[in-house]
């Protein structure tokens, strides 16, 4: 399968920045749409913001024009810097990606959809 690993959490006073990472690995034949998900204690999961193979990106209206999604294709990372951080981003931010793989048993390719384990982000007021 396909793993994703995120990096870069932390706690940080309203008005910082912080810079999420999140790696792929694995027999990945091609990463497709990839994006950032947060949840807050006691609410769901939602959307951030999303980067498409091509580098088109779509974000949450809560964090237009504060936060930036990019990606590194030859890399398999996917990057969310976040700027002028409010104590309401404050949650567990999940790393996701869609994509194909080459099955470890027979070597075909099959479809993903991973999830990475979760960093927390933390904005003190």
């Known amino acids: 399968q396909v793993q994703l690993v995120e990096s870069g959490g932390g706690v940080v006073q309203a008005g910082g920045s912080l810079r999420l990472s999140c790696a792929a690995s694995?027999?990945?034949?091609?990463?497709?749409?990839m994006g950032w998900y947060r949840q807050a204690p006691g609410k769901q999961r939602d959307v951030v913001a999303v980067?498409?193979?091509?580098?088109?990106?779509n974000y949450a209206d809560s964090v237009k024009g504060r936060f930036t999604i990019s990606r590194d294709n030859a890399k398999k990372m996917v990057y969310l810097q976040m700027n002028s951080l409010k104590p309401e981003d404050t949650a567990v931010y999940y790393c996701?990606?869609?994509?194909?793989?080459?099955?470890?048993?027979?070597?075909?390719?099959?479809?993903?959809?991973?999830w990475g384990q979760g960093t927390q982000v933390t904005v003190s007021s």
């Open positions: 980067i498409g193979s091509g580098g088109s990106s």
């Open positions: 694995g027999s990945i034949l091609s990463l497709n749409d």
């Open positions: 996701h990606a869609v994509g194909f793989y080459y099955r470890s048993y027979d070597g075909k390719p099959a479809g993903f959809n991973s």
